[in-house]
């Protein structure tokens, strides 16, 4: 029976990338071994599967393939170290399990491997991309399409990440306690910067990746396993997840985007914005709030309200100004505007974006013109908000934003204007 390549297969490949990765580096201790294993197992998966149909246990016929595959490479490579002893223990492993028998990696593997990928040898750069291709699963001209760099520059640092791994000699297995809070600090960094990228697509034809928004949920809950009582990661995985819940909201049957005071909100997952909700609550009962626990105090907002009249502003404004004093940063300037504006009227927030143009922060970043735009909408000024919409478009990337902007600019404009240049960055 055949198989579609990009529905099935896909699907198989993002669920069962990161277990056969952990599996292969729990047998060999070599992140290097066992992704090159994995994506010379997933080749063989697209030649096969189209041709075979999906396997009974998929999982498992990915560790059993990339096994081998890691046996053929070792062979081949006289260079890496411990070679024929490595050799020796995966054809022990190959002989003594049958598909059916294959011990897939636990949860725990999965998290070693995050934890790994998050060492503090490496810059969080790196940790980003060894996370994205390592655990998520992802090409690396998907990683550098996302973060905007060269592909070619992408691959170095892979390169390098793997190298550093290498040569500090870091074992496959959890951190000791006393070096667990830095290291999960920088998974729950490297976590949300994935789940940015799933929420609002760098580039494209579609505003979301659902596929790397769950893949950061995924993570995020093992993160939680391992940290049950480190409250920033419960605020992460709740900051996550009342995000997510309005996913299926945020574009229309066009695939156009909505805007939150548009959305229909029953269409937003209220099982997961309960489950953020609890989770919030519980971080924040240990009176240790930090930067992921503020953001998702925000997000709760939201899902508090029944419509978006009943949004409480006030205290949303409020929450930003205690994430800037905890954290500064020009995008949370940005936000704490727009809350601004909407408390206290547009004028009030554009008083806080002209400050924020004036230190160039954000000179680049498309929401910035677009936030201007549309508080001069707001404010009944058309000819300044056309201006924005202008500038945002000259550096919008993602299409699905730009059709947006598109349509604000012919509302504010007229017709005349419905046709924009292409983005310029």
């Known amino acids: 029976m055949g198989l579609e390549v990009n529905d099935e297969l896909t699907a198989a490949y993002r669920a069962h990338w990161a277990r056969a990765v952990a599996t292969l580096c729990r047998w060999t201790g070599d992140v290097d071994l066992a ?43 006289r260079r890496r170290a411990q070679r ?67 592909e070619r520059t992408l691959q170095q640092r892979l390169v390098r990440a793997k190298r550093k791994i290498a040569q500090a000699g870091i074992p496959f297995r959890l951190p000791p306690d006393d070096q667990l809070p830095d290291r999960v600090g920088a998974a729950c960094a490297v976590v949300y910067l994935i789940f940015n990228e799933g929420y609002d697509t760098t580039r494209g034809e579609d ?4 596929d790397l928004a769950a893949e950061a949920i995924r993570l995020g809950r093992l993160l939680v396993r391992l940290a049950p009582d480190d409250p920033e990661v419960g605020g992460l995985l709740a900051l996550l997840l009342l995000h997510h819940a309005r996913a299926d909201a945020r574009v229309d049957a066009h695939g156009d985007l909505v805007a939150l005071e548009d959305q229909d909100r029953s269409r937003w997952d209220r099982a997961m914005i309960g489950e953020g909700m609890a989770l919030l609550d519980r971080a924040l009962r240990r ?21 978006a009249a009943d949004t409480d502003w006030l205290r949303i404004a409020a929450l930003y ?28 927030g554009l008083a806080l974006l002209d400050r924020l143009e004036a230190t160039g922060a954000l000179a680049s970043y498309h929401l910035l013109a677009a936030t201007r735009a549309d508080l001069e909408r707001r404010a009944s000024r058309p000819t300044a908000a056309a201006a924005g919409y202008r500038a945002a478009l000259e550096l919008a990337t993602n299409q699905v934003e730009r059709r947006y902007l598109r349509r604000r600019l012919t509302e504010v404009a007229g017709d005349q204007d419905a046709t924009a240049p292409p983005p310029t960055a």
Not at 207 to 210: G, N, V
Not at 325 to 348: C, H, I, Q
């Open 84 to 150: 024929t002893e490595l050799v020796a223990r995966l054809e022990a492993v190959d002989r003594q399990a049958t598909l059916d028998q294959v011990q897939v990696a636990t949860g725990d593997d999965q998290l070693t491997l995050i934890l790994m990928c998050c060492h503090p040898a490496l810059g969080v750069d790196a940790q980003v991309a060894l996370t994205l291709r390592a655990v998520a699963g992802l090409a690396p001209a998907e990683i550098a399409r996302a973060f905007l760099v060269p």
């Open 207 to 210: 505003l979301l990746r659902t």
């Open 321 to 348: 100004a205690e994430l800037l004093r905890l954290r500064p940063s020009p995008v949370y300037e940005l936000n704490r505007a727009v809350a601004v504006a909407m408390a206290y009227g547009p004028d009030a």
């Open 287 to 307: 009176r240790r709030p930090g930067p992921y626990q503020l953001q998702a105090a925000i997000a709760a907002q939201h899902g508090l309200a029944a419509d």
């Open 35 to 77: 992704e090159d294993a994995v994506a010379d197992a997933v080749e063989q998966a697209l030649r096969s599967w189209p041709r075979d149909g999906l396997p009974d246990h998929p999982d498992a016929w990915l560790i059993t393939t990339a096994r081998r595959k890691a046996i053929d490479r070792l062979r081949q490579d």
